[in-house]
């Protein structure tokens, strides 16, 4: 049996559960290819699988949804893919077979799953992936840089750009701006042409200011719905990027300009919130769920990437030994942009 490094919990619970084992490597079957990770982002997505999300998952599992690589081995029915290229996943799994994959829109399927949550991932030193998902890497691209860019780009691009419908001139506002998907949301919708507003803690303030923010909020100091509010002049912003969940979403509907949308990608405070209705109807807003992207959008946004249009967010590159003291690096909110471990 050939074995490898990974970082796996064998029970749901907190960062203690994680440690560091032998296991046993994969195999590619048809259609895949495996991957030799050199580098894997972290995600709340990881936080939330560890904790025992209500969904089915491998166990013990090996999480990690972002990866970066080289092409170790081709399974069964491989072209166009050859060892030592190296390669960036996109993470979203489909069936290809139902109604949703066959219009395209990938993130629908009946059958969706995203690798390192329902699967194996890639906090380890191989991972399996199929061949469709690859998406090469210039060579004057680092790994950490690729590995911290796919689901954080990916699921600002769908949300603010497909979802939201974002136009140049429009005004957006980015709460949680310190985390990967928001981080990447500023820089989205900067590139898109609009005016962008963020939230985020005092200690952040500066690092989103260069990310391409307009106006930044401490969100511990003032109450940032009031502060946009006089800012576009008692007129509100046309866009939200959300993740923040409960603990925003009164301020966020407070704060959305007559025909505004109001996109959710997560509840990191919790799912339960309270709309008043009467304000959605009376100023005929949308609230918009978007999750992941499809297979267009990640290879569109990936290009832009590559092409350092779009920067990915680095907080921190971390051995996997360490991958317990990463997984309580993101728990406690320490992190600006990506952690990223490295095999």
Not at 15 to 22: D, G, K, T
Not at 155 to 161: H, K
Request: proline share 6%; net charge neutral; charged share 20%.
């Amino acid at each position: 049996m050939v074995t490898m490094r990974a970082a796996i919990f064998h029970a749901f619970g907190g960062p203690e559960v994680v440690r560091i084992e032998q296991v046993e490597r994969p195999e590619p079957g048809p259609g895949e290819v495996l991957v030799q990770v050199k580098a894997a982002a972290m995600n709340h997505l990881d936080l939330w699988v560890r904790r025992g999300l209500p969904i089915e998952t491998t166990m013990p599992h090996i999480g990690g949804s972002d990866v970066a690589g080289v092409v170790a081995a081709l399974g069964p029915g491989v072209a166009g893919v050859a060892p030592g290229q190296r390669v960036v996943v996109n993470p979203s799994l489909w069936c290809g077979e139902c109604e949703w994959c066959l219009r395209g829109e990938q993130p629908l399927c009946l059958r969706y799953k995203i690798l390192g949550e329902h699967t194996q991932g890639g906090f380890a030193e191989f991972v399996v992936a199929p061949a469709r998902n690859l998406h090469p890497i210039p060579d004057d691209f680092g790994f950490a840089e690729a590995a911290a860019a796919p689901l954080p780009f990916s699921t600002a691009w769908r949300g603010l750009i497909t979802r939201a419908r974002l136009r140049p001139g429009e005004d957006v506002l980015v709460t949680g701006a310190s985390g990967g998907v928001a981080s990447a949301a500023v820089q989205v919708a900067r590139y898109a042409g609009a005016r962008v507003f963020a939230v985020t803690t005092a200690e952040n303030l500066d690092r989103v200011w260069a990310l391409g923010a307009h106006a930044v909020y401490d969100r511990d100091r003032v109450d940032f719905s009031r502060e946009i509010w006089k800012d576009t002049g008692k007129r509100g912003v046309d866009v939200i990027f959300d993740s923040v969940g409960a603990a925003t979403w009164a301020q966020n509907v407070r704060v959305l300009a007559r025909g505004g949308r109001l996109v959710t990608y997560g509840a990191t405070t919790g799912p339960d919130a309270t709309t008043d209705l009467r304000v959605m109807f009376w100023k005929q807003v949308e609230l918009i769920g978007t999750t992941m992207a499809t297979a267009h959008e990640f290879d569109t946004v990936m290009r832009l990437v590559f092409r350092r249009e779009l920067r990915p967010v680095l907080d921190v590159e971390l051995p996997l030994e360490q991958a317990r003291q990463a997984h309580e690096r993101l728990e406690a909110g320490r992190q600006f942009g990506k952690i990223v471990l490295v095999p």
